[in-house]
């Protein structure tokens, strides 16, 4: 599987912005897709995942309720929607693939930075 995150870029405070994540390679349709931050000087962290064949999507307490995660079977592409960004939500956003059953997400996308100002 190959992932190709975009949509980064620098927001106020508050803002919204979307990222995506194209996948290619293989069928996803027993693949978990995840989406996953890295702050400046600190570890990566989980932001949310979703099945790609259906089922609710889960998310990381500091970002429930603010993103939400979709997907376009049609397009191979899984969204993350950001609203009310805050300066702390400031990180290179990745999206990472898993198969179902796996513990780890053996494959990455490429990294979005998402700047929000203050």
């Known amino acids: 599987v190959q992932l190709q995150a975009s949509g980064g870029g620098l927001v106020q405070t508050g803002g919204s912005l979307s990222l995506s994540c194209v996948a290619s390679?293989?069928?996803?349709?027993?693949?978990?897709m995840a989406w996953f931050r890295q702050a400046p000087g600190k570890e990566r962290e989980f932001v949310g995942i979703?099945?790609?064949?259906?089922?609710?999507?889960d998310y990381a307490d500091s970002v429930r309720g603010r993103f939400t995660i979709s997907r376009d079977k049609a397009r191979n592409t899984v969204y993350l929607r950001m609203n009310d960004l805050k300066p702390e939500d400031t990180a290179v956003y990745y999206c990472?693939?898993?198969?179902?059953?796996?513990?780890?997400?053996?494959?990455w996308g490429q990294g979005t930075l998402v700047t929000v100002s203050s």
């Open positions: 979703v099945g790609w064949s259906g089922g609710r999507a």
């Open positions: 390679g293989r069928t996803l349709s027993n693949y978990y």
């Open positions: 990472a693939a898993k198969f179902r059953g796996e513990a780890t997400y053996g494959y």
